[in-house]
């Protein structure tokens, strides 16, 4: 599953100042963070819907196997980020939960189209 | 069991019912049960546009089983048996599902393209500048989905007027960055803000109502957000009236996962008959899975700016009795409740931690 391929997730660039009691960012780079997250999840989506459509998966396995893959889309980025999400990022629930369901339409959308193509018609 | 032809629409007027009734044959050349279904389709020959059976017969065909029934031949109990498995006409995956997905992502593109074109760029005023210092990518950014993100801003700045949006940030950053300047500088900025005679922040009580009839009334904002609404609902209802002229009146793909009976009504609306799986549905409903899951491939293709947000669009529009003051005044408030809290002294003692470590 591609996720360091995708050349967008490179641009995880460290954030400014100090972060002690006062969190404050640079928002520039916290915002080049999340759309880089944002368009992973979103290629993601896509690759494993037509993923999905492929190999058959109906009813509930599809949307385990969705999960599964926005699972797996956070280790990789947690681990792209060394672990240490503070320094890139404002919360772990950036990392994790963000934009999972912004992603559900187009999963479903894909998988939809490759069941149908390869399985109905 | 006879086939009994009970009832047949409008057949020779519409193309789009030659077309598609062309397409039908026999599921059952391959399985042999449903045999009997040969002869219902030379019995409906006769009904055929004369010009068409030429075509009909050349035409290589496949199941479209239930087609028949929605065209109003009932051919009993041996449809529900099969609904399980429908097998669908190739044909519509080539002329249905990928033209209609084909066509929104271009009627997509063209609209990004447009709407750029049309956008009246407003050099905005040399007082605006003036008074505001803050960086211009908050005031042209208008509905990224990531601005519900960034920290400072838990209101939609986008339909505001340029001059109190750029008052607004002033503030905000002086409360984020309050921490940065020394206790005195920070007690002026405050009262330059929330001064009760002409402090930028405070809004005298009678001309909080007619911000809003200003706003309305200030012809370049409301042609802009004409512009905006047309170019976006435009594209939608013309699509939509294609979809249902031409695609209507067959199942047109499965999805994937079972939904309960209610979806029915909404899913399947061109089809009559209710044995067939609520998973199958139709080309309306293509459509609007369509509208919903292209946005993230708009949001790829099309780089970050006017990924088709529409529902964010809308929540736009609703909130559209917002006015200025209101924002104004919680600002207000919140500057004048923060604490200061100067982080100089613990930077101090962050950087005697940092040093002591690095000499252990």
Known sequence: MAVEGD????????LGDAVDDLPIFNVDNLQSNIKSIYYSRTFLSIIGGAIAGIWGFTGLTGFIFYFIV???ASLSLAAKAKFSVHAYFDSWSRILVDGIFGGLMSFVLFWTFAYDIVHIF | MPLRCVHV????SDARFAFTTLRFVQVIRTCGRLDFLSRGVESLSPFLPSKGTKRWQRLQIRPLLFFLSQRGLCFGGAAASMAEDLVLDTAIRDWVLVPLSVVMVLIGVLRYFVSKLMRSHQAPDLKVVKEGSVSSSFAHRDHVPFSKLVLLLDVDLASLDLFPRQVILRA??????SGFIPAKSFRSRKTY???EENGLLHVPKGQSQNAQAQMFSDPNLAMDMMKKNLSMIIP?????????FFFSGFVAAKIPFPLTQRFRGMLQNGID?????????????????????LRGLFSLILGEENAMDDTQRMMQMSGFGFDPSRSLSAEKDGIDIIQHDWALP??????????KKLLK
């Open chain 2, 273 to 293: 008959l209710s044995t067939v799986d609520v998973s199958y549905v139709s080309s309306r409903s293509w459509y609007f899975l369509n509208l919903f899951g």
């Open chain 1, 7 to 14: 050349p967008r997730a490179s641009a995880n660039r460290s």
């Open chain 2, 172 to 177: 905000r950053n002086l409360r984020a960055a």
């Open chain 2, 346 to 355: 613990k930077m101090e003692k962050r950087a005697e931690d940092a040093l």
């Open chain 2, 193 to 195: 803000f929330t001064n």
């Open chain 2, 9 to 12: 629409p409008k057949i020779h």
């Open chain 2, 236 to 244: 939608q209802t013309l699509t939509f009236a294609w979809v249902n």
């Open chain 1, 70 to 72: 926005m699972a797996v």
